[in-house]
């Protein structure tokens, strides 16, 4: 089935910094999704971007979709942007499974 | 509001017991999903529905079991033969099956732990 890999695993910022999470994946898909996952275990959907960018706010996407990865930009970080942000992947071929990589652990430090 | 209601917040569970948790959506939505997520690990596809009195088993559907008698909710229950049910359960929904290009949106979620 597909593989996605997240990147980097953890990462620690100072309150303001900018950021960039890396999201590979190993076949052509149908379905990118970003979602932030908060300390209280909450799921908050960011972006549902199968292609091209988008941008709300302080956070932006964008997906290559002929080259299998997707970059989620945090710019102006704060201390409630901490948790965990995971993308998530549904093949090309049809398949109705979301695969979900291990997500990036973020640190925000006021 | 619109969304997708999960309960209990936090179960526990005896063992060679059954529990079952509950999720409800308002939004209309066809599709529902269960996920397992353990400690720092992403999530993992357990059950899966399309359409009312129909599912589909994910990933890891030893030791669960759903139901999908009305569209509005899809209830887990976690049966004594799943032998490490210790983790956070998360439903979502979707307007419509994966293959038609549509976003998940959560639940919640349900902190399952063994007495």
């Known amino acids: 089935g597909i593989q996605v890999e997240q990147s980097p695993p953890d990462l620690i910022l100072q309150e303001g910094a900018n950021s960039t999470l890396r999201c590979n994946f190993s076949?052509?898909?149908?379905?990118l999704q970003w979602f932030h996952q908060n300390p209280w275990g909450q799921l908050i959907n960011l972006f549902y971007?199968?292609?091209g960018t988008k941008q709300n706010g302080r956070l932006s996407a964008t997906t290559v979709a002929t080259e299998r990865y997707s970059l989620l930009y945090i710019s102006s970080s704060q201390t409630t942007d901490s948790g965990v942000y995971f993308c998530a992947v549904a093949g090309g071929g049809g398949s109705e499974k979301l695969v979900f990589g291990k997500g990036t652990k973020l640190t925000v430090n006021p | 509001d619109g969304g997708i209601t999960q309960s209990p917040k936090y179960l526990f569970r005896k063992e060679g017991q059954n529990v079952t948790l509950s999720c409800e959506q308002n939004?209309?939505?066809?599709?529902m999903y269960w996920y397992r997520q353990d400690p720092g690990q992403g999530l993992r596809l357990i059950y899966y529905s399309q359409i009312v009195n129909d599912f589909q088993k994910g990933d890891i559907a030893e030791g669960y079991s759903v139901s999908r008698e009305k569209k509005e909710s899809f209830p887990l229950t976690v049966t004594s033969a799943q032998k490490n049910p210790t983790a956070f359960y998360l439903c979502?929904?979707?307007?419509?099956?994966?293959?038609?290009?549509?976003?998940?949106?959560f639940g919640d979620g349900t902190r399952l732990s063994i007495l």
């Open positions: 939004l209309n939505h066809d599709a």
């Open positions: 971007i199968p292609s």
């Open positions: 076949d052509s898909v149908n379905n």
């Open positions: 979502a929904s979707s307007r419509h099956a994966l293959t038609s290009n549509q976003p998940q949106h």
